[in-house]
Structure formats: structure tokens, C-alpha cells
Nanobody
Framework: QVRAVESGGGLVQAGGSLRLSCTVS????????IGWFRQAPGKERELVAT???????IYADSVKGRFTISRDNIEDTVYLQMDSLRPEDTAVYYC????????????WGQGTQVTVSS
């Protein structure tokens, strides 16, 4: 069964940084799309950043200039570098993956908590 595994969440003060990691069982590099999503209490899950197999990246407006998604094919891992964190970034962050570039994200991780204190 293919699934994603996230790591790297934690508690940080506003203005600080965290780096999240995602690996997909089997092969991360075989996935056409890898994305980071987040869900805050009482809110819908929202897209944070995605990267496809050719390296095209998309960011939510709320994180542009602060977060960077990267895909390391040697380490077979996708990272989300989060800088200048704000309290409103507090959420459970999920990694999603898909093989079909035009399809839905099919493979998900269990999520990792990111808490930013003011």
C-alpha cells in the first residue's frame, strides 16, 4: 500500500523556521505530483505548495516568499522549508502524492503538527 510519511513538525516562535520532510513508500521520485496541505482547527484543508515531476512549483498566496518546496531525487524526499513563520501558520500539515499529473492526490500521510507561538 502506497502512503506518504511526514516528519519535522513542532513548536516554534513567530519568526522562526521549520523544515518538513515527506517520503512516499515505494518511490517518491515516481510520483508526478507531491504537495503539502494544511488544516487548522475548524477550517478546511488547504493547499500550501506543490511540485511536479519536472520541478514546477505552485504556492498559496499566504506563503509565497516565506515557504519553499523542493524535491530531492537523490534522497527521494520532498521538503517544505518554512521561514518567517506566523501564528496563522499553525495547523496539521499533510503530504499528498499522485501518479497522474491531472488527477487527484491519492496518497496521504498521517500529518504532522506545526504550532507557531506569538
Amino acid at each position: 500500500q502506497v502512503r506518504a510519511v511526514e516528519s519535522g513538525g513542532g513548536l516554534v516562535q513567530a519568526g522562526g523556521s521549520l523544515r518538513l520532510s515527506c517520503t512516499v513508500s515505494g518511490s517518491t521520485r515516481s510520483m508526478n505530483g507531491i504537495g503539502w496541505f494544511r488544516q487548522a482547527p475548524g477550517k478546511e484543508r488547504e493547499l500550501v505548495a506543490t511540485v511536479n515531476i519536472i520541478g514546477t512549483k505552485i504556492y498559496a498566496d499566504s506563503v509565497k516568499g516565506r515557504f519553499t518546496i523542493s524535491r530531492d531525487n537523490i534522497e527521494d524526499t520532498v521538503y517544505l522549508q518554512m521561514d518567517s513563520l506566523r501564528p496563522e501558520d499553525t495547523a496539521v500539515y499533510y503530504c499528498g502524492a499522485k501518479k497522474n499529473p491531472w488527477g487527484d492526490y491519492m496518497y496521504w500521510g498521517q500529518g504532522t503538527q506545526v504550532t507557531v507561538s506569538s
